[in-house]
């Protein structure tokens, strides 16, 4: 079963940054087009960034609240992918997970229908 194990996350103060990382047991990340998603206290989770796999054509997508201040990025050396957080705010903070998009990336960030289980995620916290 595939599995995501997110890190990185911690309680920053507004326009702070944190850098979050993804691995995965087991198989690599190479191929897969992989998202970072996002869920606020009480609100849905939802889709904030995406990066291509390899040989799945297009660039990073992010949601627009987010653009020109996240990154996404990835280290096929160490199997890892990587978001960039600068400039948070308060807004940023929730639960943020990794997982498999579908591709090719959009706007708006999808996880394959039926989806999971997710890992555990990785707090971000945004308060002064």
């Known amino acids: 079963q595939e599995q995501f194990v997110e890190s990185g996350g911690g309680l920053v103060q507004p326009g702070g940054s944190l850098r979050l990382s993804c691995t995965a047991s087991?198989?690599?990340?190479?191929?897969?087009?992989m998202g970072w998603f996002r869920q606020a206290p009480g609100k849905e989770r939802e889709g904030v960034s995406c990066?291509?796999?390899?040989?799945?054509?297009?660039?990073?997508k992010y949601k627009d609240a987010v653009k020109g201040r996240f990154t996404m990025s990835r280290d096929s050396a160490k199997n890892t992918v990587y978001l960039q957080m600068d400039g948070l705010n308060p807004e940023d903070t929730g639960i943020y997970y990794c997982a498999p998009s579908i591709p090719p990336c959009r706007t708006v960030v999808d996880p394959p229908p039926g989806f999971g289980p997710w890992g555990q995620g990785t707090q971000v916290t945004v308060s002064s």
């Open positions: 087991g198989f690599s990340l190479e191929h897969y087009t």
């Open positions: 990066i291509p796999g390899r040989g799945v054509g297009g660039t990073a």
